[in-house]
């Protein structure tokens, strides 16, 4: 499992022309799930993303979690963190978990940050969706679990 963690001033995703999650300060978060994942792997992840300390205090150090802030998460399913591209000019996406257990790991993840107090708005799974944010910093990390 892999996510690409951004640290937004606001964050939003829409479909078809319809907003369907949308926050202010917090955490734009990219999920991947890859053939194997396995619901442990989702609890934790999500856990290391709530105590993340990528939000600077009063003394301008990164020492403030999404939680300390009162920020959210913005949750993207998006299959391709999981491409292979370690040959040739496609990727290729045999890593990646099928869709049936990977929504089923992606709804886990999301629900264990809201079991954890983090206000959690998403995306659809499997939709083309876009994805509008303001990079803070910019931070960007990458965890996988």
Not at 3 to 30: P, Y
Not at 39 to 53: D, E, G, T
Not at 93 to 116: G, H, M, Q, W
Request: glycine content about 8%; some cysteine.
């Amino acid at each position: 499992m892999r996510v690409v963690v951004q640290r937004a001033a606001h964050g939003s995703c829409t479909v078809d022309g319809k907003v369907t999650g949308s926050i202010a300060q917090g955490l734009v978060i990219l999920l991947g799930v890859m053939q194997g994942d396995t619901l442990a792997q989702a609890k934790k992840l999500a856990a290391r993303c709530v105590k993340l300390r990528c939000f600077s205090d009063e003394n301008d150090k990164m020492n403030l979690s999404v939680k300390d802030i009162g920020g959210s998460f913005l949750v993207i399913s998006q299959f391709t963190l999981c491409a292979d591209t370690a040959s040739g000019n496609r990727p290729s996406f045999t890593p990646a978990a099928k869709p049936d257990i990977a929504n089923e790991l992606y709804e886990a993840f999301v629900s264990e940050c809201r079991a954890l107090g983090v206000v959690t708005e998403t995306g659809v799974f499997a939709a083309d969706m876009q994805i509008e944010l303001c990079n803070s910093g910019p931070v960007t990390f990458i965890l996988e679990e």
